[in-house]
């Protein structure tokens, strides 16, 4: 028998109720974590049965099996927002799935916010949604040489991003998919361009192809439901073109590759495409263009007019009976020796810049473009005519003090600037001509004119109203040049043998065209 002292239950009752407080202290605990780490909500009054409501994140739908790698980095990039990141790598990455694998590839991710299934009609819907009209879609299209066609399209809003290829109207061959890998670097640095702020257009890498391999290529682009940038991009052996238009305006060039005998050397395609940005930069300068909106119209024509491929010596002019031409180091000599090219950019008028004078509208406009001819009865008798031309259009307003940012506004007293009105044209006209097979004639002639028309306002009144013009046009002997080299360099051999046999003085830098009047006075 066990006896238990009065001292002894008073220690015993001090152990329960200590248990017991433990207890209830752990319980408490314990709840106080059950309720940090709920998702519930309770509504209602707390001495009553509440309902409760669960909160929950979106899942995310697949529109397949999501284990292979293309899917690992659709996942990835559609945790950020924003097309720079959500396109990041996924133009290449599908470019250059076709090394190992040339079939057709379909995946989305979206998320799903009811309890539909992911078979379930409406997701079917979304993702053809989101593969063919997405709020940002990117599509590429190649065909082969041998009648194959691949589109590529990526597409992303809000809610989803998805990729797809398919290849149709043929197999690919062992050629094809290693060509198709090649792009892979341009298509990406295309994209990433494309999704930049500003916009960039990096398109050198689309016009790397081999032609006898891949036939043609293009490239088409929608970002955005408001401020929407677009892109149209093509590029065959024949002609290359982009069209892209934006919030700030639009760009438009176009080249005809398909006059190959024209094309010069690489240092002479260099020489005049540097002529013609410098007179791009020159435009954009003194018609006070938006720097982003030159920078995509100088990297496209850069794109476009650079990577020309194989060069010819034969010319075939079109028509019902075509006549073929042959031409000489001496012809290549006198022309720019780029292909014939049309180029645009427009700038999105604004004329909310003065609102006392709303007709005063800031605009910016500039053509430049190159044509060639080749006429005749035959390699003996031809006629080669180049012609260059250029038109700006530009009006803009100015603070009286450099530097000072402009502020117009209803208030007389912030009136004080000036308004320009800019009209600038240039041209350049070679004209070659073949006798018998002697060249009789060569010559370029040249003109540059600037309209400047410059309104002075202070306080709301003008002030001053001018309009300066200059205009300088020149004629330039390239047979007299030629016939000059030769009478100083090799006065024994034949005209015609020194311009068959040696090394001629370089006239493609005469042909030129110059935009601006002072320069083209001091040329020589």
């Known amino acids: 028998m066990t006896v238990i002292s009065a001292t ?9 109720t200590a248990t017991k407080s433990l207890t209830a202290v752990t ?7 059950v309720s940090a780490q709920s998702t519930s909500v309770m509504i209602g009054q707390t001495d009553t049965p509440s309902p409760v409501y669960n909160i929950t994140k979106p899942a995310l739908v697949w529109e397949r099996s999501s284990g292979d790698l293309m899917s690992s980095k659709l996942a990835s990039n559609f945790s950020n927002a ?5 396109f990041t790598g996924l133009g290449a990455a599908l470019l250059e799935r076709f090394t190992t694998d040339s079939s057709s590839y379909s995946q989305s991710v979206m998320k799903q916010t009811s309890a539909q299934s992911a078979s379930s009609a409406g997701n079917v ?28 399209t990526l597409g992303s809003d809000d809610d989803g991003l998805g990729v797809q290829v398919n290849v149709s109207k043929g197999t690919l061959s062992d050629a094809d998919r290693k060509a198709l ?28 192809f081999d032609s006898s ?18 892109l149209d991009f093509h590029a065959d052996a024949s002609t290359r073109s982009v069209k892209s238009t934006g919030i700030a305006g639009t760009v438009d060039i176009s080249v005809d590759m398909s006059k190959r005998a024209l094309l010069g050397t690489d ?3 260099k020489q005049a495409l540097n002529s013609y940005l410098k007179q791009i930069n020159s435009a954009g300068n003194r018609g006070s263009a938006d720097d982003s909106l030159m920078a995509m119209f100088k990297d496209a024509f850069t794109a476009l007019n650079s990577n020309y491929g194989d060069t010819a010596t034969t010319y075939k002019s079109r028509g019902s009976e075509p006549v073929y031409f042959s031409l000489t180091k001496t012809d290549k000599n006198m022309m720019t020796g780029l292909a014939d090219f049309t180029a645009s950019i427009s700038q999105t008028p604004v004329d909310s810049t003065n609102p006392m004078r709303p007709d005063e509208t800031d605009t910016f406009s ?41 502020n117009l506004t209803s208030d007389r007293n912030s009136q004080n600037y000036l308004y320009y009105q800019i009209d600038d044209k240039s041209e350049s006209t070679t004209s070659v001509q073949y006798h018998k097979g002697a060249l009789v004639s060569a010559s370029v002639d040249q003109s540059a004119s600037h309209l400047t028309h410059i309104q002075k306002y202070v306080k709301g009144a003008l002030e001053s109203d001018t309009t300066t013009p200059e205009s300088v046009s020149k004629t330039t002997d390239l047979l007299g040049k030629l016939q000059s080299a030769w009478e100083n360099n090799a006065p024994r051999m034949s005209f015609q043998d020194y311009l068959n046999h040696q090394t001629l003085p370089d006239l493609s830098s005469l042909v030129l065209m110059e935009s601006d009047p002072a320069q083209l006075k001091n040329r020589s």
Do not use: C, M, W
């Open 181 to 208: 890998a090649g792009l892979a670097e341009g298509f990406q640095k295309a994209i990433d361009g494309l999704t930049a702020q500003p916009p960039k257009l990096d398109l050198t890498g689309l016009t790397k």
């Open 267 to 269: 240092t002479q395609q």
């Open 8 to 16: 002894g239950n008073q220690a015993l009752n001090t152990l329960v």
């Open 82 to 86: 924003g097309n720079a990141a959500r």
């Open 366 to 406: 500039y053509q430049l473009s190159q044509s060639s001819t080749i006429t005749g009865t035959s390699t003996q008798d031809r006629n080669i005519t180049q012609k260059q031309q250029s038109h700006l259009v530009a009006s803009y307003h100015q603070s009286l003090t450099p530097g000072l940012q402009l």
């Open 213 to 230: 391999v891949l036939s043609s290529v293009d490239l088409h682009a929608t970002l955005g439901t408001t401020n929407t940038q677009t």
């Open 27 to 33: 319980s408490a605990t314990r709840q106080q974590q």
């Open 125 to 152: 819907a979304a993702q053809n949604q989101l593969h063919a009209k997405a709020d940002n879609q990117i599509s590429l299209s190649i065909k082969t040489a041998s009648g194959a066609l691949v589109d590529i």
